[in-house]
C-alpha cells in the first residue's frame, strides 16, 4: 500500500502562494459527469431502462435513499440551496403526500433489491416536517423499503438548530435516525444578523448535547467562511467555541458569492464581504485550529475525529464520495425523491423536477418526475473511478486502473499527464510508474487536480478559447 493510504498520512499544508496562483472556478464532483451536463434527453424511460438492466444481472445490493424537503421558514441570504421560504405550512403536508407517492413508486420498482443501507433527508430544512409528519414518512419509507439494522445502516439529517428543541431531537432519533448534521455557520451575533440567520451559540449547543443524549452516533455541524462582517477574529471565536463543543465532523465550505445565480445573495453587500487574502488567513487559521485540536483533513472542505468512521474508511481505503459529500458506504444505487433531487442509478444519474406544480403534475400522472439526466459510457466510468479516488484517497495506483480497464493509462490519458506534469513542477503533486501521489499542499486544490481527467470540462473550454460562446459562470472558486 502507498504510504498516504496508511494512518499517518501527513497532514494537509496551507501555501497561500499557491492557492492564490492556482485557484480557479471548478466543480465540487458530488458525481461525474457534473450536473451541469445532464440533458433533457434522458428522461423516465431511460430510468426505467436502467433499472430493468440492473434487475436483468440479479444480485442484492444495498441502497442509498434521499429525501428533499425544500421548505425554509426564512431565508439565509447565503444559501444556494433549492428552496421555498414559506410559512404556510400546508404547503408541507401537500408536500408530504406527494413525496410519499413518489416513495411508494420507487419501492415497487426496486421491489426485491430494496435493502437501505443509507438515508439522508436534506433540505431546505427537513425539520420543517412537523414531528407527526417525519413519523409518518418514516413509516411509509419502511412499509416500501427493507432497512439495514441502526448498528450498521446510516441515517442522517439535516437539522437546523432554531426549528428542534430537546424533545424533537429524542424523537428523531426514536424514529429511526442516528446521525445528525447541524447548520452553524458562524457563531458571531454581527455575522449572523448579514446574513440573516440569528442563532444564539448556547442554543446550538444545547441542541448537539440533547443528540448525544439521545443517542446519535454522529454529530457534524457546517461552517462557512467568507461571510460578511467575518474577520480572524470572529472566525477565531467561533472556532473556539466549535472545538469545546466537540463535533464528530465538521464541513467548512468557502461562501461562494455568485449572486447572478442565487437572488438571496443580492441581499449582501459586497463592501461587508472579506477580501480574497483575508478569507485565505481565515482557511489557514481554521486548519490550523481544527488539526490542532486532533481532527483529520479528509478532504475537500471535511474534517473528522480520528476514531470518527470517515477517517477510518478513509485510512482503510473506504471512503466514498457522492451528492451528500463524503461517504463510509461503497458505492451504491442512489434513490432520490423530492423535487431537484437526484438518482444515481446503474450508471446514469436522473434529476426531478425543480418546481413543486412539475413534481406534483407528473406525479398526478402516474410517472416519477424525471426532468434531466445522463447515461454514463465507458470513458465516463473510467474517469468518475479516478476522480472518485484521487478525492477520497489523494492518490491514484496506474496498475489497478489498468486492471479494471481496458487501457494503457499513460498512452489512453498522455494529454492528462502532460497537464498534471504542470502541477507536479507546482509541488501539487508526484508522479512515478505506478501511482499518482498528492501532496500535502495540494490536497487542498484536489479539484484543480481532478479537473485534469473532466473531458467533458475540458472540451467545453477548449472551445471557448477556441472562438466558441463564452459558458457563463457555474462553479465556485477551487478555494
Known amino acids: 500500500m502507498n504510504a498516504l493510504a496508511s494512518p499517518v498520512a501527513p497532514s494537509v499544508q496551507f501555501d497561500a502562494d499557491l492557492i492564490s496562483k492556482l485557484t480557479m472556478s471548478g466543480p465540487r464532483y458530488t458525481s461525474y459527469p457534473t450536473a451541469d451536463r445532464f440533458t433533457p434527453d434522458f428522461g423516465y424511460g431511460n430510468f426505467l431502462e436502467a433499472l430493468a438492466s440492473l434487475k436483468m444481472r440479479g444480485g442484492r445490493r444495498p441502497l442509498s435513499l434521499y429525501l428533499h424537503v425544500p421548505f425554509c ?20 403536508a401537500t408536500y408530504l403526500s406527494y413525496l410519499k407517492q413518489e416513495v411508494s413508486m420507487q419501492g415497487k420498482l426496486f421491489s426485491g433489491m430494496n435493502r437501505v443501507e443509507q438515508l439522508h433527508f436534506g433540505g431546505g430544512t427537513p425539520t420543517y416536517f412537523s414531528d407527526a409528519q417525519m413519523g409518518e414518512l418514516m413509516e411509509h419509507l419502511r412499509r416500501n423499503f427493507e432497512f439495514a439494522p441502526d448498528a450498521q445502516g446510516e441515517y442522517s439529517i439535516e437539522i437546523d438548530p432554531r426549528t428542534v428543541d430537546r424533545e424533537r431531537v429524542h424523537s428523531l432519533r426514536a424514529q429511526g435516525f442516528n446521525r445528525v448534521s447541524l447548520g452553524v455557520q458562524d457563531f458571531d451575533p454581527e455575522v449572523q444578523r448579514a446574513v440573516n440567520r440569528i442563532q444564539p451559540a448556547e442554543d446550538t449547543i444545547a441542541i448537539m448535547n440533547a443528540a448525544r443524549e439521545a443517542g446519535f452516533r454522529s454529530i457534524s455541524i457546517d ?121 444515481a442509478v ?33 470513458d465516463d466510468l473510467l474517469r468518475r473511478i479516478i476522480i472518485q479516488m484521487l478525492m477520497c484517497n489523494f492518490e491514484l495506483s496506474v496498475e489497478a486502473i489498468e486492471q479494471a480497464y481496458p487501457v494503457r ?53 477548449e472551445a471557448a478559447a477556441a ?13
Open 73 to 92: 421558514d426564512t431565508v439565509c441570504y447565503y444559501c444556494a440551496c433549492n428552496k421555498i421560504v414559506t410559512k404556510d405550512r400546508s404547503k408541507a
Open 223 to 343: 461552517l462557512i467562511y467568507g461571510l460578511p462582517k467575518q474577520n480572524l477574529q470572529t472566525m477565531e471565536q467561533t472556532l473556539s467555541k466549535v472545538i469545546v463543543a466537540n463535533p464528530d465532523r465538521i464541513a467548512l465550505y468557502n461562501y461562494a458569492h455568485m449572486p447572478h445565480l442565487f437572488k438571496p445573495q443580492r441581499r449582501i453587500a459586497d463592501a461587508d464581504l472579506p477580501s480574497p487574502t483575508l478569507k485565505l488567513d481565515m482557511l489557514a487559521l481554521c486548519i490550523s485550529r481544527l488539526t490542532a485540536a486532533g481532527y483529520v483533513y479528509i478532504g475537500m472542505d471535511h474534517f473528522a475525529k480520528p476514531e470518527d468512521d470517515l477517517a477510518v474508511a478513509q485510512r482503510q481505503g473506504r471512503l466514498h464520495r457522492n451528492f451528500q459529500g463524503y461517504s463510509t458506504h461503497a458505492e451504491m444505487d442512489l434513490v432520490a425523491c423530492g423535487v431537484s433531487a437526484i438518482s
Open 346 to 378: 446503474n450508471a446514469t444519474y436522473s434529476q426531478n423536477v425543480k418546481t413543486l406544480d412539475e413534481y406534483y403534475e407528473l406525479l398526478d400522472q402516474g410517472k416519477l418526475p424525471i426532468a434531466r439526466g445522463y447515461k454514463l459510457d465507458t
Open 409 to 461: 493509462f499513460r498512452s489512453y490519458f498522455a494529454a492528462e499527464l502532460e497537464k498534471l506534469a504542470e502541477l507536479e513542477r507546482e509541488g501539487l503533486l508526484h508522479m512515478d510508474e505506478q501511482w499518482i501521489t498528492v501532496s500535502p499542499k495540494g490536497r487542498l486544490l484536489i479539484r484543480n487536480i481532478c479537473m485534469v481527467f473532466d473531458r467533458h470540462l475540458n472540451r467545453t473550454r
Open 467 to 479: 472562438g466558441g460562446e463564452a459558458q457563463p459562470l457555474r462553479y465556485s472558486k477551487t478555494i
